[in-house]
């Protein structure tokens, strides 16, 4: 028979270790056009600019983004969305999926400067473009822009944007990965602060550390580079 003073040795040695292995907790949330600032459920979802704030989702959870245009002002302005909530590693990381069999469309961009997140299944664009023709660069910030780690950015659709379709600018790439992804029109004739001349690439890519891996995307008819592992001011090493 154990006594109290046994019991309460046991419970001190071992009941951290049931803490340190315990599996991230994992719920659901979802994010539609005609979302609010509710409970993020499938009946009351949250708009994306909600989404990316609300602490009510951390590591482990999935937002699931319903089909549709995600849009302002009718295109003409591009629509810029944050994500800056993150897991804290691979078992428990952050993802921004496409709903099952639904169409999620961005106009304008998103920008990722959390890390351990995973972004799936979005097509984003900018009209902005071939509706006014415009050359600046400010209005058109390009497709996807990646300041995190182990950010995992797979089987998006990115054309259209202005300015580049994916970049990387984190000198820390561990984990990051790059799959399945199809890029194709970005780029433009940039006349603002004097810079008069072609921009952007299919995949801008730089980074220090880690082996980021590039992996399986269709990249094409672009204003300038395909891909360019491109160091200003920095690094593009290990990819």
């Not at 994916?166 to 790439?173: E, T």
Request: charged content about 15%; hydrophobic content about 40%.
């Amino acid at each position: 028979m154990t006594t109290p003073r046994r019991r309460c040795l046991f419970y001190a040695l071992i009941l951290p270790l049931f803490l340190l292995v315990a599996p991230a907790r994992s719920a659901d949330f979802y994010v539609a056009v005609t979302g609010t600032n509710g409970p993020g459920t499938l009946a009351n979802p949250w708009s994306p600019e909600i989404a990316v704030t609300n602490a009510l989702h951390g590591p482990g959870d999935t937002l699931y983004v319903r089909g549709g245009i995600y849009s302002k002002s009718n295109g003409l302005v591009p629509r810029i969305i944050n994500i800056t909530r993150g897991g804290t590693g691979d078992a428990a990381r952050i993802q921004w999926l496409n709903y099952p069999g639904e169409n999620p469309i961005f106009w304008g961009s998103v920008n990722i400067a959390a890390s351990n997140v995973t972004v799936e299944g979005f097509e984003i664009t900018n009209p902005v473009q071939a509706a006014t023709r415009t050359n600046l660069v400010s209005l058109l910030p390009g497709g996807v822009s990646i300041d995190g780690t182990n950010v995992w950015l797979q089987f998006c659709y990115i054309h259209d944007c202005g300015n580049l379709g994916i970049g990387l600018w984190n000198d820390d790439q561990y984990g990051t990965k790059l799959v399945g992804n199809i890029i194709e029109r970005v780029g433009l004739f940039d006349t603002e602060f004097g810079f008069n001349a072609w921009r952007a690439s299919g995949l801008y890519l730089q980074g220090r550390f880690g082996k980021p891996l590039v992996k399986g995307n269709i990249v094409g008819r672009q204003s300038t580079t395909t891909m360019k592992a491109y160091a200003q001011g920095g690094y593009a090493d290990g990819f």
